[in-house]
């Protein structure tokens, strides 16, 4: 189901306000998750309460550290249907979960948050999740 774009950009803007890099087509999935890119986090955004609550934030609050991802970005579960299709193409065989986050190493996943590891959890506990594959998938990066 497609949200009406209104509906959803005060949530797009959560992250991509604080420089989160939206991939809203299967061509900029494809820019960010080069072989060779680096670290990237990508994040599945929602428009359920354990989006809003706990994912969006902890990841936020995740890259409040010395060790985290070159890049961080970000599709849209319900507003870029066909970047989200492609993300999930390249996550099998993993299975298909919004919110969630995934970690990528020179375009391949290393690392998944699904969102049934997210429900019920605070963003600080979201966050040091992913500080934990941060630490064995990541290299040390300058503060922003």
Known sequence: MQYPEHFIQPMR???SSQG???ARTPEQVDELLTPGGGTVLMVVNSVCGCAAGSARPGVLKSLDSDVRPDKVATVFA???VE??????????????SSP???LFSDGKPVFMLHRH??????P???AEMLKKAYAEHCVPQPQA
């Open 13 to 15: 803007a959560e992250l």
């Open 20 to 22: 989160v890099i939206e």
């Open 78 to 80: 319900g507003g870029d």
């Open 83 to 96: 970047a989200l299709a492609h993300v999930r193409q390249i996550l099998l065989p993993l299975p298909p």
């Open 100 to 102: 969630s986050a995934a």
């Open 117 to 122: 590891e997210i429900e019920g959890r605070d």
């Open 124 to 126: 600080s506990q979201i």
